[in-house]
């Protein structure tokens, strides 16, 4: 299996980390691309993931899977052998997807779009809104104080272990540094969590 | 099991066409939230949703799930003898995910956003960005191009079959409605598909 990838960027960090937390890393194997040359955008590229984004699983077979979750996904069921980071029963599965949504939706995406809209990082390719990447930076600011509340007397973010959420919002905090926004002093619960994530194997992959 | 929704609102008939499908309406009673009244900014909304949207799920022992797919999961896997929507094998799990998160993050978002920034609907409660919502209307465009190339001698978006990505994607076509986003005369494949999607009972539900 291949995984096509920039490595500084956040979402291949989430599934670098979900695999290290399975203890699949070694299935498989890593080609870089470089997204600011615009090597995602190549007729090659495109066939694998038509969105133009990574990362993309590329299966022995010549099945490729897009999308961050979807590829983790993938690895949750084809290895059910492995550290279950999408929860076991229904429930646990459902409000593992939910905070996974809320993440992606009220943290990770808006991060993105702050980057993307007041940095112009790729104004080559896309408008940027600046009025709309401020706003977004004030929901990250929004997020961060429920995500710290969340967080006052549990170790992990939901069911009681360690799960992709704490991938997700992990590497979002970590890569929400690039709009300058970051843990606030206050936020003594974010700080302790992160401090904890940080402290495991996987948070080097 | 208690499903708090606003009937004439997307996310909520997502929710319902995927039980419809699977035979299981019957299973839940269904309390209407005023979303345009504030109902769901109330203490009560917010102790069972703290993103105060709709639907929420509540089980018979009090537990709430959020998010449309959050909820959607739970009846998945809480009734594994109805019909699956959500795939069946690793590869088909991992594929129709990627094909609900591209509806989700390049139809369905974009769509709610050029209707939130462009038609003032939420102005009580949201600063309106009239040059986003401007893009992601150009955005929902492309993306109905891609799919109408996607179906082409396809019955179904994935999977050989009806699936959850169909729900997702015919439900943001009809919303799209709202801010005069149509299907072009020369979607033709795009156009039969969502005829045919159409014509199940589940439409109506």
């Known amino acids: 299996m291949k995984i096509f990838e920039t490595r500084t960027a956040p979402n291949p960090r989430r599934v670098r980390m979900f695999l290290a937390e399975k203890g699949l890393l070694e299935q498989v194997q890593f080609e870089q691309v470089d997204i600011q040359q615009g090597e995602n955008l190549t007729p090659e590229f495109v066939a694998r993931n038509p969105m133009k984004k ?110 992709a959420a704490d991938i997700n919002a992990f590497t979002t905090v970590a890569f929400a540094r690039v709009v300058n926004l970051r843990i606030k002093p206050e936020h003594s619960h974010l700080q302790a969590w992160y401090d904890r994530i940080k402290a495991r194997p996987s948070a080097q992959a």
């Open 54 to 163: 990574v990362p993309v699983l590329e299966l022995d077979d010549g099945n490729c899977v897009a999308e961050t979750m979807a590829i983790c996904r993938y690895f949750e069921e084809a290895f059910p052998d492995s550290p279950c980071l999408l929860g076991e029963t229904a429930l646990e599965k459902a409000q593992i997807e939910q905070w996974l949504r809320w993440i992606d939706f009220y943290f990770m995406m808006p991060t993105g779009m702050c980057f993307q809209h007041t940095t112009g990082y790729f104004k080559d390719r896309m408008t940027p809104v600046q009025a709309w990447g401020e706003e977004c930076g004030k929901s990250v600011e929004q997020f961060m104080h429920f995500l710290n509340d969340a967080l006052d007397g549990q170790e992990y973010i939901c069911a009681n272990r360690y799960t």
